[in-house]
């Protein structure tokens, strides 16, 4: 996706311009997977903006669909993302309940079949 690309050369403002896109484009088509996906990148490019407010908004956008879902995949890099975005806030209480629950998601989950890398 343009969006992970662009996070990778370290343009996040345009990576986040990037994942609103993909999030209304997918929407349109009902792939709500795929918009959990670009909801994660688009929290990891907020995250690096330093705008936490706005990952934590996406993220919990990403929660719920990936709890409606049932898929462990995206229940599993949204609780990472979430968990990491809380140890970034200080607020290591709330990092370790996401944390914890992603290394528990990870290790029962064949997330290798579901999903190819980390979004």
Same mark, same amino acid.
Request: glycine share 6%; hydrophobic share 40%; with cysteine.
């Given at each position: 996706?343009?969006?992970? %690309?662009?996070?990778?050369? +370290?343009? &996040?403002?345009?990576?986040?311009?990037?994942?609103?896109?993909?999030?209304?484009?997918?929407?349109? =088509?009902?792939?709500?997977? /795929?918009? &959990?996906?670009?909801?994660?990148? %688009?929290?990891?490019?907020?995250?690096?903006? /330093?705008?936490?407010?706005?990952? =934590?908004?996406?993220? +919990?956008?990403?929660?719920? @669909?990936? %709890?409606?879902?049932?898929?462990?995949?995206?229940? &599993?890099?949204?609780?990472?993302? @979430? +968990?990491?975005?809380?140890?970034?806030?200080?607020?290591? !209480?709330?990092?370790? %309940?996401?944390?914890?629950?992603?290394?528990? =998601?990870?290790?029962? !989950?064949?997330?290798?079949?579901?999903?190819?890398?980390?979004?």
């Amino acid at each position: 996706m343009l969006a992970d %690309q662009l996070a990778a050369l +370290g343009d &996040c403002e345009a990576a986040a311009r990037s994942a609103e896109r993909s999030v209304a484009l997918l929407d349109a =088509l009902g792939d709500e997977a /795929g918009v &959990c996906e670009s909801l994660t990148t %688009q929290a990891h490019a907020y995250t690096e903006l /330093g705008l936490p407010d706005e990952a =934590l908004a996406s993220l +919990g956008t990403c929660l719920d @669909i990936a %709890q409606r879902l049932d898929n462990d995949s995206l229940l &599993c890099w949204t609780s990472n993302r @979430i +968990g990491n975005v809380h140890s970034d806030l200080h607020d290591h !209480a709330q990092a370790k %309940q996401f944390l914890r629950h992603a290394r528990e =998601l990870a290790r029962t !989950a064949d997330l290798g079949a579901e999903r190819s890398s980390a979004p």
